[in-house]
């Protein structure tokens, strides 16, 4: 089997730690250099938080690009640098996995039409945790025969947007199979704004940030007598290394700009 080469983007961000551990550890990976706005010319052993994991550390995409032979670019940062970064990347010939959210439609756009020009893959997916992933398709199916839905994402409270990517995600997978409806009572009004949350198509969706949260989400039916809720827990930033791993196997064989791990996991 052949060695991937992976690059990755944001070594020392929560998620690029990770990303960076599992690409160490994973047989057939190599760890062909680090994009970090910060040490640039260092060896990541060098800096400290990596134990002995040795990787040349570069400012600039192109520089490392150029000077550096990779498969795989793993972007973990933010959106701008991110959408930078996986341009870049197409354009050294190297196939983008973006971990990154907050991609505009217009983003996703171009980088579509980069993938079809170069013939590359490039898989961009705002939520890798496999088990989130199959908690929406599983949601998907519910819907069908459950058209009353709710849902309720909880998450640490630096998160910035709310709702999440991945309750909005949930909410457009369900609408995909559910009749249109507006969920509760055609007349309620609400006494306190925000009580009933943010509507989508007729789903509400509820938003709960506190500190000890990492990412969680519930979707809970109701039906004549009974209930079925769907809930996926994220406790760590780990939870996320299996999708990103599935998604780097996967980059390797497509030539087109997959969106979303659910596209990916059968
Ligand atoms: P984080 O801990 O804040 O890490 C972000 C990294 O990006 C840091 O290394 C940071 O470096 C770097 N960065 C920020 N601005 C930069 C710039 N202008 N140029 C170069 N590097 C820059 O965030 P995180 O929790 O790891 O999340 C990273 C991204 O992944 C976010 O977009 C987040 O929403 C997303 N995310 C995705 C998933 C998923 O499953 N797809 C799960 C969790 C998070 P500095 O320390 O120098 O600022």
Do not use: W
Not at 30 to 50: P, S, T
Not at 93 to 122: H, I, M
Not at 217 to 246: C, E, I, P, W
């Amino acid at each position: 089997m052949k060695t991937i080469k992976i690059v990755v983007a944001g070594p020392r961000g929560r998620m690029g730690t990770e990303a960076v551990k599992l690409v160490h550890e994973t047989e057939g990976y190599e760890l062909a250099a680090v994009i970090d706005r910060k040490h640039d010319g260092q060896d990541l052993k060098d800096i400290g938080g990596f134990g002995g994991i040795s990787a040349k550390i570069y400012s600039d995409i192109d520089r490392c690009l150029s000077e550096v032979k990779a498969d795989v670019l793993i972007d973990l940062t933010t959106p701008e640098v991110g959408m930078k970064h996986t341009t870049a990347a197409l354009k050294h010939g190297v196939r983008p996995v973006v971990g990154t959210t907050g991609f505009t439609d217009e983003n996703l756009a171009e980088l579509e039409s980069l993938c079809e020009e170069k013939g590359l893959g490039c898989i961009i997916a705002p939520n890798f945790a496999v088990g989130a992933v199959l908690m929406m398709k599983f949601s998907q199916m519910a819907a069908k025969y459950f058209p009353d839905v709710e849902i309720i994402e909880m998450h640490h409270d630096r998160k910035l947007d709310a709702p999440s990517g991945t309750a909005v995600k949930t909410a457009q997978m369900i609408a995909e199979v559910r009749e249109q409806k507006e969920q509760g009572h055609p007349d309620e009004h609400e006494t306190l704004k925000g009580a009933r949350g943010a509507n989508m198509q007729g789903m509400h969706i509820h938003s709960v940030r506190l500190p000890g949260l990492v990412a969680h989400q519930q979707v809970m039916f109701g039906a004549d007598g009974q209930t079925l809720t769907l809930r996926h827990d994220s406790y760590n930033r780990a939870s996320f290394m299996s999708g990103v791993k599935l998604a780097v196997d996967e980059v390797m064989k497509i030539n087109v700009l997959v969106y979303g791990l659910e596209n990916i996991i059968e």
